[in-house]
Structures are given as C-alpha cells and as structure tokens.
C-alpha cells in the first residue's frame, strides 16, 4: 500500500531545504509535506449544555477555569494575526459549544472586520439557535453546521442525555431563514443505537433543503470507549443509502474538503460522507486549530500543542507569536495514525480541542 493510498502526504518533493531546518523559509503556516494551512478552527470553550455519550461523560468534565481561557481580546489578537500575517483565510468557530461564549458575536464582528475578509462559520449543537441566528448572520458568519444523530425524541435525549430535539430543529429553520445556507447537518452514526436511521435522515435534509453529512465516528471521547470494530463505516453508511436513493459522485474534486460528496437521486441535493478513519485525507490537510486556552495544534490528534497564550500574555510582539505558530505547524505530522497500531489518542478530547 503506497501513502496516497493512505492519504498521507509525500515529504515535499523538490525546491530549497530551508535554511533552518527547524523553522520554514514561507511567510504561511506550511509545513515539511508542503501542505498550506490556511484554515483555522477555534474552538471557544470547552464548556456544553448537550452530554453526547460519544463526545462527554454523563457528570461532564472539569471545565476550563475562565482565567485560563484566552479573553475576547487576546483571541482576537492571534485571529488577526492568523489572517494577516499567516495566510489563513477561513475561520471555523467550535467548542465545546461555541454559542455558550459570552462575547461570540463581538468577536465574530471582529473577524470579519479583518483584511483580507476570511470565510467565517460556526459548528453548533443547535440549542438557542433559534433567537440568536439572524445576530450571528448580521455579525458575519457565512455558514453553519449544526449536529442531529437523529429524528426521534427519545433517541435525541438518549444520545445527548437532554430532551432538546425541538430546539435543534427551530435552530435550523431560523439559520436557514437567517441565509446562512447551506444549513450543514452533522451526522455520528453509533451502531446499534441509530445506524438504522441514516435513510430517514437524508429524506429529511433533502426535504428541508439543508446538506447532510456523515462523520466516522473517531477516538476522541472523554471516556476513551471508542473501538475500531463497532465504528459505523462510510462504506456501511453509503450502502445503506443506496437501499433508497441513487448516489452518484458530485465531480467535484475533493481537494482540502474532509467531506466525499455525492449527488441525491441525480441533484442538486448532495449528501457527504467524512471518512476520517476508513479513507483518511490528511495528505490534503489545510488545517491549523487553537484550543480556548491558546494552544495550537497542528492537527486534532497531535499529542503536543504550542503555548500562544503564554506569549500574548508575556508580551511578546505580533512577529515573534506569528513565528511561533509557523513552526508549530512545521512540524505537523504526515498523518493521523487511527488505524496503526501505536496509535495514542490525545490527552484532550474533542470537546476541548474543538472539532
Ligand atoms: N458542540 C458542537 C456540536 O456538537 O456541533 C461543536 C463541537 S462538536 C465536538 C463538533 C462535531 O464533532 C459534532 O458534529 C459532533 O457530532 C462531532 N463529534 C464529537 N465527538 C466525535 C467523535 N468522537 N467522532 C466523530 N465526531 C465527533
Ligand atoms: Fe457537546 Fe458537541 Fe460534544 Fe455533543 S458533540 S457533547 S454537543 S461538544
């Protein structure tokens, strides 16, 4: 098997070694596989009102102190710098649950305020987006994606442990009305509990005009209960849709775009499928993440971050934090390793990485 095959990347193959080989010779967050990172998710807290049982234990986890969580300011700050001098130029905020950040329209008005004006969305579980919608549009966000495991009630409480399937569903009908559209559906499928429903869920987005796409479930709990063999795959996944709808692939390239994407019974309505485990694309990797407490990670299951905030709030200057985060990126690893053998899972789960 070649590492194509593996969507790893090949180490950058011709130009000039840089002259530090522990740092780049390029103004943008690129590293030693020649892969641009121009794509930065920030997670905003680690804090949510949902209990996923596949994100979070029951009890929650011990939060974030507030002291520790960047300010509205100093996140602003490294978004500047991100945009300005790193060539970053889309946003995605996500948590945790981003819509529990006190200040996020301040600073979601900030960011698009910025030059060059990059492409700003939001990951949210949906709750409370129904009144906030149309301020977050106003503020700048361009897209939305909302997550929904499923259609029925009981199964909602039973997967996120709060009875609040109607709160989601009123927040996707307001952020569409807001025309934040495509309204993004985000869909872990978990065997045995609502793999049964992935059919009833398509027919759903495609009535209601929003994009659905599948995540593989990855190992990224709290709880360290993920196995490879009870995961739901995308090849379970799409062949349970093709018992319904015809699929045929968008023609699109997929590019830095995590999600396959196939057209719904001929278009234009599209499902995706992320395969972050079974058909893994991080050769085409464009992203760079900030946790709510200032550290960069080159990538959600790096096992080491870099300390932004201790330079912010250090008083470093803008040129030193903008090196700093060049090199964390550097330094990013060819791959994920899900399926390896020595595989580790991070110290933090995705709650608190931001996914
Ligand atoms: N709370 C927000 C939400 O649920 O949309 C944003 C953060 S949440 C961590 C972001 C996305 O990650 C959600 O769509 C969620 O379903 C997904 N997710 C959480 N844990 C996951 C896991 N172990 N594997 C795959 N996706 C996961
Ligand atoms: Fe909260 Fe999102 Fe995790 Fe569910 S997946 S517990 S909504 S952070």
């Given at each position: 098997?070649?590492?194509?095959?593996?969507?790893?990347?090949?180490?950058?193959?011709?130009?000039?070694?840089?002259?530090?080989?522990?740092?780049?010779?390029?103004?943008?967050?690129?590293?030693?596989?020649?892969?641009?990172?121009?794509?930065?998710?920030?997670?905003?807290?680690?804090?949510?009102?949902?209990r996923?049982?596949?994100?979070?234990?029951?009890?929650?986890?011990?939060?974030?102190p507030?002291?520790?969580q960047?300010?509205?300011?100093?996140?602003?700050?490294?978004i500047?710098?991100?945009?300005?001098?790193?060539?970053?130029?889309?946003?995605?905020?996500?948590?945790?649950?981003?819509?529990?950040?006190?200040?996020?329209?301040?600073?979601?008005?900030?960011?698009?305020?910025?030059?060059?004006?990059?492409?700003?969305?939001?990951?949210?579980?949906?709750?409370?987006?129904?009144?906030?919608?149309?301020?977050l549009?106003?503020?700048?966000?361009?897209?939305?994606?909302?997550?929904?495991?499923?259609?029925?009630?009981e199964?909602?409480?039973?997967?996120?442990?709060?009875d609040?399937?109607?709160?989601?569903?009123?927040?996707?009908?307001?952020?569409?009305?807001?025309?934040?559209?495509?309204?993004?559906?985000?869909?872990?499928?978990?065997?045995?509990?609502?793999?049964?429903?992935?059919?009833?869920?398509?027919?759903?987005?495609?009535?209601?005009?929003?994009?659905?796409?599948?995540?593989?479930q990855?190992p990224?709990d709290?709880?360290?209960?993920?196995?490879?063999?009870?995961?739901v795959?995308?090849?379970?996944?799409?062949?349970?849709?093709r018992?319904?709808?015809?699929l045929?692939?968008?023609?699109?390239?997929?590019?830095?775009?995590?999600?396959?994407?196939?057209l719904?019974?001929?278009?234009?309505?599209?499902?995706?499928?992320?395969?972050?485990?079974?058909?893994?694309?991080?050769?085409?990797?464009?992203?760079?993440?900030?946790?709510?407490?200032?550290?960069?990670?080159?990538?959600?299951?790096?096992r080491?971050?870099?300390?932004?905030?201790?330079?912010?709030?250090?008083?470093?200057?803008?040129?030193?934090?903008?090196?700093?985060?060049?090199?964390?990126?550097?330094g990013?690893l060819?791959?994920?390793?899900?399926?390896e053998?020595?595989?580790?899972?991070?110290?933090?789960?995705?709650?608190?990485?931001g996914?």
């Amino acid at each position: 098997m070649t590492t194509t095959e593996l969507g790893l990347p090949a180490l950058r193959a011709g130009g000039a070694a840089p002259r530090d080989p522990a740092r780049p010779d390029d103004p943008r967050l690129v590293d030693r596989f020649g892969r641009v990172a121009t794509d930065l998710r920030i997670s905003l807290t680690d804090r949510c009102n949902l209990r996923c049982t596949y994100c979070m234990p029951a009890e929650g986890l011990p939060w974030m102190p507030r002291a520790e969580q960047l300010t509205d300011a100093e996140l602003v700050r490294l978004i500047t710098i991100a945009v300005r001098d790193l060539g970053v130029h889309e946003l995605r905020f996500t948590g945790g649950e981003p819509l529990l950040r006190r200040g996020l329209e301040d600073v979601i008005t900030a960011s698009a305020a910025l030059t060059p004006r990059p492409d700003i969305s939001l990951t949210t579980n949906g709750i409370g987006l129904a009144r906030r919608a149309a301020a977050l549009a106003a503020a700048g966000v361009n897209r939305l994606n909302v997550s929904l495991d499923t259609l029925r009630p009981e199964r909602f409480a039973e997967i996120t442990r709060r009875d609040r399937l109607g709160d989601v569903l009123d927040g996707m009908a307001a952020a569409r009305e807001a025309g934040l559209s495509p309204v993004k559906i985000n869909t872990v499928l978990l065997r045995g509990v609502n793999d049964d429903e992935a059919v009833d869920l398509l027919r759903f987005a495609v009535d209601h005009r929003y994009e659905l796409r599948f995540i593989e479930q990855m190992p990224l709990d709290a709880q360290h209960g993920w196995e490879r063999a009870e995961m739901v795959t995308a090849g379970e996944i799409l062949a349970a849709l093709r018992t319904a709808f015809t699929l045929t692939a968008d023609g699109h390239e997929r590019g830095a775009a995590p999600a396959e994407r196939w057209l719904v019974d001929g278009g234009p309505a599209a499902v995706g499928v992320i395969a972050s485990v079974t058909r893994p694309f991080c050769g085409a990797c464009d992203r760079t993440r900030l946790t709510a407490d200032g550290q960069v990670r080159s990538c959600l299951f790096a096992r080491g971050e870099t300390d932004l905030r201790a330079l912010v709030r250090g008083g470093a200057a803008d040129t030193e934090i903008a090196d700093v985060w060049r090199t964390a990126m550097w330094g990013k690893l060819a791959g994920h390793g899900i399926d390896e053998p020595g595989f580790l899972q991070p110290d933090r789960p995705m709650s608190a990485i931001g996914g």
